[in-house]
């Protein structure tokens, strides 16, 4: 990254000074690139490869767009996530696939392997968030899945008076946060300007998948309420549906300025996600995903799956219970949803506390110490993060915390486990 030229936008996105035109042409510009990708159509899921560079390309499946089928093949799936430890040897099956079930239960059989060496070596779960009695749940929830699979598409075609383009399979950028997008160095010429010609990095995991599974809010225009009323707990501000206007305080006149100031930027950080809505519910083809309340798990439905034994159970497992919610709740259009769970949300939020306070003590000292989930530091940074560990790692206790220090040699790492 130190050699790329330009500037990655989390320098700058939540800067006060980033407000305005500028903000808007950049929310412009990205999402038009993402309707573009979103319009190819191909034949396949899978990953996309160039003609020359595969010398048996010919046996693979061509994209149908035309535009792009003598230039491209999808072939197997490149996305690291099917190929790292515990899920790396290669005679297993990564596409392409014709359909969505083959697609999941390809990841369930996957996963299934995974757990099957985890218990041949047990010591081997030290480089994971699982137990080994946690083992045997994630192999109940992943015969969920294979219970469930066969019935997404059914699912995808009920919510839109256009099943056929939600089933299209598409092409778009998986990992839209504000760490992969790059602009132009700021001049006093360029602020507005440079908003057009943002540059995305990081493709690894682009795929070849149905519209209904590649459609996200990316990352970057998210909201994560970052303000709480010290006397509810609640945030200040909050987004109650997709597409609604964001509401400051009904005292907010009476605040003291600052306080007026905090809320405000912390507003228009809010408003980003809505008008980002705003501007795809403008277009039939998308409008339906807005308000299609499954569509979230189903779009990181394969990367629950396939970190089940890396990260713990509790993340499937509570994707699971959501998308039995959303269908019972749409009973009459679906039919009855094709599986159903032993345990009920009082369990899940049982377990929810102690994960809760794990990932905030974890994200709390990502930010003291100035690096990444998987502990980069940038080169400027490295020494003086160092020295910070080292004290942070003497005052970190478990019991409170929820979990172990996270950046002991050894330990769960997103891109390694």
């Given amino acids: 990254m130190e050699d790329v030229d330009g500037v990655a936008l989390h320098h700058e996105w939540f800067q006060p ?10 929310l412009t510009t990205v999402a038009s690139n993402m309707q573009k990708m979103m319009s190819s159509e191909f034949s396949r899921i899978g990953s996309p490869y ?4 595969l010398p048996d390309s010919a046996n693979l499946a061509p994209a149908t767009d035309f535009e792009i089928k003598n230039r491209v093949r999808i072939g197997p799936i490149a996305n690291a996530l099917w190929w790292r430890c515990y899920h790396d040897e290669p005679h297993l099956d990564r596409g392409p696939w014709n359909t969505i079930e083959d697609y999941v239960k390809a990841a369930v059989r996957l996963e299934r392997r995974a757990v099957e060496l985890h218990r041949q070596d047990p010591s081997s779960l030290a480089y994971t968030k699982s137990s080994i009695e946690d083992l045997d749940e994630v192999e109940y929830l ?17 919510v839109s008076p256009m099943p056929e383009r939600l089933m299209q399979l598409c092409f778009m950028h998986p990992d839209l946060r504000t760490h992969n997008i790059m602009l132009p160095v700021l ?42 009323d010290l006397k509810t707990g609640r945030p200040i501000l909050e987004i109650e549906a997709p597409l609604d206007e964001v509401a400051l305080p009904k005292d907010f006149d009476q ?15 809010a408003t980003r996600h809505v008008r980002w809505n705003q501007r795809f519910n403008e277009h039939p083809e998308f409008a339906p995903l807005i308000s299609f309340r499954m569509q979230p ?17 509790f993340l499937l497992k509570k994707m699971l219970w959501y998308i039995e919610l959303e269908w019972n709740f749409e009973e009459e259009k679906l039919g009855p949803c094709p599986f159903t769970l032993d345990f009920n949300y009082f369990h899940l939020r049982k377990l929810q506390e102690p994960h809760d306070r794990y990932e905030n003590a974890t994200s709390e000292l990502m930010e003291r110490l100035k690096c990444t989930v998987d502990g980069y530091v940038a080169h400027k940074d490295y ?32 891109f390694l486990r």
């Avoid at 992943?142 to 009920?158: F, M, N, R, S, Y």
């Avoid at 943002?198 to 149905?210: E, F, K, N, T, Y």
């Avoid at 300025?257 to 930027?265: C, K, L, N, T, V």
């Fill in 187 to 228: 001049t006093a010429d360029n602020g507005l300007s440079r908003m057009l010609n943002p540059v995305l990095i990081d493709w690894q995991g682009a795929c070849a998948l149905p519209l209904a599974l590649q459609w996200h809010t990316p990352p970057f225009v998210e909201y994560q309420a970052g303000l709480l």
């Fill in 17 to 26: 000074e980033t407000r305005g035109e500028p903000v808007a042409t950049l």
């Fill in 255 to 269: 605040l003291h300025p600052e306080h007026q100031d905090i809320i405000r930027a912390e507003h228009r950080i």
């Fill in 383 to 414: 020494e003086a993060s160092m020295k910070e560990m080292e004290a942070a790692r003497a005052e970190w206790d478990e019991k409170s915390t929820g979990g172990p220090f996270p950046f002991d040699d050894g330990r769960w790492g997103q």
């Fill in 297 to 313: 798990n189903l779009h990181l439905f394969t990367q629950y799956i396939l970190r089940a034994c890396a990260d713990g159970p």
């Fill in 50 to 53: 160039l003609l020359e560079d």
């Fill in 142 to 158: 992943l015969g969920k899945v294979e219970e469930l699979a066969p019935h997404i598409q059914h699912v995808i075609e009920h």
